[in-house]
């Protein structure tokens, strides 16, 4: 389509301007407004009443002057050059070079807006990706092509956490591809988080398997519509064109849902619950529904979405409509971080639903879905015991209950507590069966008598 230019605007309204007498013009079209003097700014349509446009700018508003202003319609949406040099790099979410170095210009450009799956292409997520981490890899295993969300709440290490996933992240080669890479969406990040993530990225080594798309607390919330999309769509080209298999990390959610409802207040639109739009679940749905896994594809795309909880409420509509879209979620705990156990992942409240396709054997190993079972339920025994002992007192427990509370004792301190350090799926699965050799075997319901023998550490070995 042919271009059209506009001058001048007849009403700004927060990052909102509205054109009158225009036609032509499509709905999510991309556009530039040029300012005298000043850089043009980006945008894009956002409604259409006959003949009245409004438009979205993703810098802002701000010292624009509505009389001397022209804006350019391309008649297209919003496209993002692609390219493998890409990894290794830190962006904005315009695309724009925040590390030094020179723009990516490339034969190769997508709409950032991505294309549907074709629910009947989709191949069912398998094989795992392993963090390094023990309360996920044995206990809520991420699976390739899974869509997996952590719920943190206020002052929870939810930064730590992924920064540790970004560097430990690792998966097996499979039909001989072994090439992978990380894509970090960081949404509303204060200026102390993205030179930690800078830092770590660099100091580790890290940084070259990572595309970092960067949207700063200080940067317009209309650019942080931009950053899931960007990154998704780099995701899609290195996944679906360049067979990496991808994990993505977006973070955070809530900073994004809050931008939404920040812009369709800007918009008038029909508030729901918590001031939030209407369109939200569907909103979501369209970026959390561009991972998977594509028939006829070699590589994969695998997300995890941070989230924060107001007020720690997993019924808040944020969460909600994620836990209704995912497969699953790993809540990150408040009274284990006031007991300085890290990570503080709830094990019991954590979920992975997808977890029982990508473990045992041909995967992780034979023992696991059995061990973990076994983990879940001993663990869920010895909080019982906790509980009841808040009530009559420890000292009153019987034998057995003793033994299960100090089993959910070790249990955090030395399963879910590892700190920084990594642990490969073969030292998280030998540690547990190491505390297990503490328990009784009358205990020991959900493996089986081969298992017992072959892994439970006999009479005078070492123990935990």
């Known amino acids: 389509m042919a271009r059209i230019n506009v001058k001048g605007v007849s009403e700004i309204r927060g990052p909102l301007i509205v054109i009158e007498n225009v036609s032509g013009i499509r709905m999510g079209e991309y556009l530039e407004v040029k300012l005298k003097g000043k850089p043009s700014r980006k945008g894009r349509v956002l409604a259409i009443e006959e003949e009245r446009v409004i438009i979205l700018l993703y810098q802002g508003t701000y010292e624009i002057d509505k009389d001397q202003i022209e804006t350019e319609f391309f008649g297209r949406t919003m496209q993002l050059f692609v390219s493998e040099d890409?990894?290794?790099?830190?962006?904005?979410?315009?695309?724009?070079?925040?590390?030094?170095?020179?723009?990516?210009?490339?034969?190769?450009?997508?709409?950032?807006?991505g294309s549907p799956i074709n629910p009947t292409s989709r191949i069912y997520p398998k094989d795992y990706i392993e963090t390094g981490i023990s309360s996920i890899d044995s206990m809520n295993t991420l699976v390739r092509g899974q869509k997996l969300p952590i719920f943190t709440g206020a002052g929870l290490p939810n930064n730590r956490l992924i920064g540790q996933i970004v560097k430990q992240a690792r998966i097996a080669e499979i039909d001989g591809n072994k090439k992978f890479a990380i894509v970090f969406g960081a949404m509303g990040l204060t200026m102390d988080d993205y030179i930690y993530?800078?830092?770590?990225?660099?100091?580790?080594?890290?940084?070259?398997?990572?595309?970092?798309?960067?949207?700063?607390?200080?940067?317009?919330?209309?650019?942080?519509?931009?950053?899931?999309?960007v990154a998704l769509t780099t995701a899609e080209y290195l996944a679906f064109d360049k067979d990496y298999h991808v994990l993505v990390i977006l973070s955070d959610i809530t900073n994004y849902c809050q931008a939404l409802r920040e812009i369709s207040v800007s918009l008038e639109t029909v508030p729901s619950r918590k001031g939030f739009p209407g369109y939200m679940y569907s909103d979501l749905a369209a970026i959390y529904e561009r991972a998977g896994i594509i028939e006829d594809s070699q590589g994969s795309i695998t997300l995890i979405a941070?989230?924060?909880?107001?007020?720690?409420?997993?019924?808040?509509?944020?969460?909600?409509?994620?836990?209704?879209?995912?497969?699953?979620?790993?809540?990150?705990?408040?009274?284990?971080?006031?007991?300085?156990?890290?990570?503080?992942?709830?094990v019991l409240g954590s979920l992975s639903r997808l977890m029982k396709?990508?473990?045992?054997?041909?995967?992780?190993?034979?023992?696991?879905?059995?061990?973990?079972?076994?983990?879940?339920?001993?663990?869920?025994?010895?909080l019982d015991k906790r509980k009841l002992a808040e009530v009559i007192g420890r000292k009153e427990l019987n034998r057995l209950d003793q033994i299960l509370y100090e089993f959910a004792d070790k249990?955090?301190?030395?399963?879910?507590?590892?700190?920084?350090?990594?642990?490969?799926?073969?030292?998280?699965?030998?540690?547990?069966?190491?505390?297990?050799?503490?328990?009784?075997?009358?205990?020991?319901?959900?493996?089986?008598?081969?298992?017992?023998?072959?892994?439970?550490?006999?009479?005078?070995g070492d123990s935990v």
Do not use: C
Not at 198 to 205: A, I, K, N, W, Y
Not at 418 to 447: A, C, F, H
């Open 306 to 346: 941070n989230l924060t909880m107001p007020n720690d409420d997993i019924t808040h509509p944020i969460a909600d409509l994620t836990g209704y879209i995912t497969e699953g979620q790993i809540i990150l705990d408040r009274s284990l971080h006031n007991r300085g156990i890290y990570p503080p992942i709830d």
């Open 197 to 229: 993530f800078q830092r770590l990225f660099e100091e580790t080594g890290t940084l070259n398997k990572v595309v970092m798309f960067t949207n700063l607390a200080s940067d317009s919330a209309a650019e942080r519509l931009l950053t899931p999309r």
């Open 357 to 382: 396709d990508g473990i045992g054997e041909g995967f992780t190993r034979k023992d696991h879905p059995s061990l973990s079972n076994q983990l879940y339920a001993s663990y869920a025994e010895g």
């Open 411 to 460: 249990f955090e301190e030395i399963y879910i507590n590892q700190g920084d350090t990594y642990r490969n799926i073969e030292s998280s699965l030998n540690i547990g069966w190491s505390l297990l050799s503490n328990l009784p075997e009358s205990e020991l319901t959900k493996v089986s008598r081969e298992l017992i023998d072959e892994h439970i550490l006999k009479e005078g």
């Open 86 to 113: 890409m990894i290794g790099r830190i962006f904005n979410s315009l695309g724009e070079p925040l590390d030094g170095l020179p723009s990516i210009y490339s034969d190769e450009y997508r709409d950032i807006n």
